[in-house]
């Protein structure tokens, strides 16, 4: 279980006089529980991949915090990590090591011995449908390919919690439908705890059983697809997008944004 509480971050943008403070995050709260999948979804620039960043011990929050399974990122990030999956916007593969020299070599960074991380590699392979790109180079790798690797090392110590930002990027439908059969294994046969941003209304009202909607660096609404739909007014059959747009922006005149 991922528990965030009142996350606040700023930013000092630019030098000199010209710079300014970015308040990134003014108050992220939510609950993302075991068997579930959680989603934050936002415009680009709402608070998303900070949070998450703050999650993966990457960055501190100017206050609040983050508790994987009870522990205290902030105070304990290497006991939180160890609990933990993450898979970053910037994928961040070894382009000259094979798929599986990447897996193994992040099992070994999280402890596990030689042959436990080439076995592991094996069963993320066959989870994955990845056999065939082992034992390949990332170089050139398509961005399908990419993410499945990715992916495996992100599970390679068999985590409990699931992180992904932004994780269907560049990605193509094949791919994209790929990854969400993924998850729902994960949740359904493993029970994980899974976090994902998006920006695609689509993605998170098919595969997420709890959505956080984030807007302007805050928590504004979060409950099921159909709860939010309630909380717009909208009834159970109505457009996924007209409930964000109100629930995100509920101050802003009919017409005055394009839909994200």
Do not use: W
């Not at 959680?38 to 709402?46: D, I, K, S």
């Not at 508790?67 to 910037?90: E, F």
């Not at 504004?220 to 159970?236: E, F, R, S, W």
């Amino acid at each position: 279980m991922i528990e965030v509480t009142g996350l606040r971050r700023q930013f000092r943008q630019g030098r000199g006089s010209g710079a300014r403070t970015v308040q990134a995050l003014q108050g992220v709260d939510f609950v993302a529980r075991d068997g579930c999948i959680t989603g934050l979804l936002g415009p680009n620039g709402a608070g998303k991949t900070t949070t998450l960043r703050i999650a993966a011990a990457l960055i501190e929050p100017d206050a609040g915090a983050v508790r994987v399974d009870g522990i205290d990122v902030q105070a304990q990030p290497t006991l939180a990590l160890a609990r933990m999956g993450v898979l970053s916007d910037a994928r961040g593969l070894y382009p000259r090591l094979t798929a599986r020299e990447n897996i193994v070599y992040y099992g070994r960074l999280h402890g596990l011995t030689t042959a436990a991380a080439r076995a592991r590699a094996g069963t993320l392979a066959r989870m994955l449908d990845m056999q065939p790109l082992l034992d390949r180079r990332t170089e050139g790798f398509s961005q399908g390919e990419r993410m499945k690797t990715a992916l495996a090392r992100a599970l390679v110590h068999d985590p409990a919690n699931i992180v992904l930002d932004e994780p269907t990027n560049g990605l193509d439908v094949l791919a994209t439908r790929s990854l969400r059969e993924t998850l729902r294994r994960l949740r359904d046969d493993e029970g994980k705890c899974i976090v994902f941003s998006s920006h695609i209304m689509q993605e998170v009202e098919r595969l997420c059983d709890h959505v956080v909607v984030v807007s302007h660096g805050r928590t504004v609404a979060q409950g099921t697809v159909a709860a939010l739909k309630a909380q717009a007014g909208l009834p159970a059959d109505g457009d996924f997008e007209d409930t964000f747009v109100q629930l995100a922006f509920p101050a802003e005149p009919h017409g005055s944004r394009s839909p994200p």
